[in-house]
């Protein structure tokens, strides 16, 4: 099966510190992946970069054939790969629903706004039955009408997952997604994107918890330092040597406890 | 005492014309822009260089309205990628240039004298029926650009509007081409501007250099500040508050026995204080901008 995402020989350096060196991997289509390592290792320069946010120095991002690494993030984002960031912020006088509603962008030209056209239209009652629906899976029903900022840091992801869905993507990228999320919520969120999984969602996540990279993805990609040093399945992660020299440097042991 | 009344109304009809452009940027989009006096002397020049060139009111309104659009594609452009404060200050040095090539270029726009004797919307009807056609005329605009800007802001454009002006990653990141929303509101604005340029220099029958003067500017983001930012009823309480005080002064010079150069001073002394005043209780604008409940 031809790779869904293909990045290969991507490297990113801010003056001397080269962030990124060299990367090479692949997602398939259905997979989610995880990306784990220490901070400061390039996760977060490594999704900025396939979408589009930090320009890269050298190599090629192919998204079914198509080359990312010169489009514009709101290209990327047509071509089928969303994202969110670690600290989503949201807008204070715009509700919950109406951010959603925003997060579609089909047909918001001004004319056919202003003229209410036929296609415009559509599109607005395409967009509320989708948003209704998310609101539901998300577990945001509750605060459909609060103002988005107003939200709790837990609930704020959980909106800005449901923004990057909106625009039914093939490839989700999520920047720490349960960071200061709770327990309960976290479980839910395992269960929403193993559902959205198998309706056909591949994944990328950028994570620090453990728990959640062994219970929903298939395959992790450990970074340290700019480089991939381990391609795993999470079982293996707390048994692999280069993960272990990552995250307690080298020579350590397997602890007696394991990471997970 | 009537048209007195009447003149008070048409200004500040001609005035909310403005003001509601302006708020398409900054109330809307969140644009920080300090030369949208550039756009209402371009619509002010059109019909006074039309009139210069012999062209009739209606085509020199619309090519007003054309030039403006073009200046305000232009502007997007410039700024693309400037900080929004920085592009602030871009757009203040645009209408300083205008005005001082409208001081300067004396065989088009007739200098610091500018030009005067121009011809009103109705030019045949006798002259207590002209300000009241033409403030019936106004009313209905103001009326209508109040109406569209409501509608524009509930729809999926203004929308997209509102989330870039709050949070442009977030709006990048979900696929909006913040130049494409940023430069397509600004030519919006920019044509109703220029529409109330036009509908000035049509009503005093005269248009000068002044009428591009930076203070204009903040005189029209005045009345958003204190109407509310972004709520076309604020923005159209905020205009007719701030004609009502800049009328009132007037009458206080002749009930205090005041000179002119006082009066002046107390005309934007009182602006100032009530703009100081909103500020302190209430930021928000006396009519703020509301969460939308989606039904």
């Known amino acids: ?260 | 005492m009537f048209e007195f009344c009447l003149h008070v109304l048409t200004l500040a009809c001609i005035y909310g014309l403005i003001a509601l452009a302006l708020n398409l940027q900054a109330g809307y989009t969140g644009l920080l822009n300090f030369g949208h006096i550039a756009f209402v002397g371009i619509g002010a020049y059109a019909v006074g260089i039309g009139h210069l060139a012999g062209w009739p009111l209606l085509p020199s309104i619309l090519i007003g309205l054309g030039a403006a659009m073009v200046l305000a594609w232009l502007v997007a452009r410039l700024g693309r990628n400037l900080a929004s404060d920085y592009w602030g200050i871009a757009t203040l040095a645009v209408a300083e240039i205008l005005r001082i090539i409208a001081l300067n270029q004396d065989a088009w726009t007739g200098g610091a004298q500018g030009i005067s004797a121009l011809p009103s919307l109705f030019a045949t009807a006798s002259s207590s029926a002209q300000d009241l056609y033409f403030a019936l005329t106004l009313m209905v605009l103001v009326g209508l650009f109040a109406w569209l800007s409501l509608r524009l802001a509930a729809s999926r454009f203004g929308r997209a509007l509102r989330l870039l002006r709050e949070q442009p990653q977030l709006a990048s990141c979900l696929g909006y081409n913040l130049l494409t929303l940023k430069s397509r509101a600004l030519m919006v604005s920019a044509a109703l501007a220029a529409l109330g340029g036009s509908m000035l220099a049509s009503y005093t029958s005269y248009v000068s250099p002044d009428y591009l003067l930076a203070a204009q500017t903040f005189l029209v983001w005045s009345m958003l500040m204190i109407g509310g930012l972004g709520s076309v009823g604020g923005v159209l309480l905020g205009t007719l508050l701030v004609q009502c005080a800049y009328s009132f002064v007037p009458f206080a010079k002749d009930y205090l026995a005041i000179g002119s150069d006082v009066a002046g001073a107390l005309r934007l002394g009182l602006v100032g204080l009530i703009l100081l005043g909103c500020l302190l209780w209430r930021s928000g604008g006396l009519l703020p901008e509301r969460l939308r409940i989606m039904p």
Not at chain 1, 219 to 245: F, K, M, Q, W, Y
């Open chain 1, 1 to 260: 099966m031809s790779p869904l995402l293909q990045v290969s020989g991507v490297a990113k350096a801010y003056g001397g510190n080269r962030v990124l060196e060299s990367i090479d991997f692949e997602i398939r289509p259905g997979e989610i992946v995880g990306v784990i390592g220490p901070n400061g290792s390039g996760k977060s320069t490594l999704l900025n970069a396939i979408s589009g946010f930090t320009p890269v120095d050298s190599g090629q991002i192919l998204l079914q054939g198509t080359p990312l690494q010169s489009a514009t993030p709101h290209d990327i984002v047509s071509h089928g790969l969303a994202r969110t960031f670690q600290l989503p912020a949201m807008p204070e006088k715009m509700t919950v629903m109406e951010v959603l509603l925003a997060a579609s962008t089909a047909e918001h030209g001004f004319w056919s706004s202003l003229l209410g056209t036929r296609a415009n239209r559509d599109a607005e009652r395409l967009g509320r039955e989708r948003a209704e629906q998310l609101l539901d899976e998300l577990l945001l029903r509750n605060v459909r009408d609060n103002a988005a900022a107003a939200l709790s840091g837990g609930q704020k992801k959980l909106l800005s997952v449901a923004c990057a869905l909106m625009g039914k993507p093939r490839l989700l990228m999520l920047d720490e997604p349960t960071a200061g999320v709770h327990p309960n919520l976290r479980r839910d969120m395992v269960q929403t994107l193993q559902r959205l999984n198998e309706q056909g969602l591949s994944l990328m996540i950028v994570e620090h918890d453990m728990h959640f990279i062994r219970d929903l993805c298939h395959r992790c990609i450990v970074l340290d330092r700019g480089h991939i040093v381990a391609t795993c399945t999470p079982a293996e992660l707390s048994s692999n040597e280069s993960v272990l020299e990552a995250y307690l440097g080298r020579g350590a042991q397997q602890p007696k406890v394991a990471i997970a």
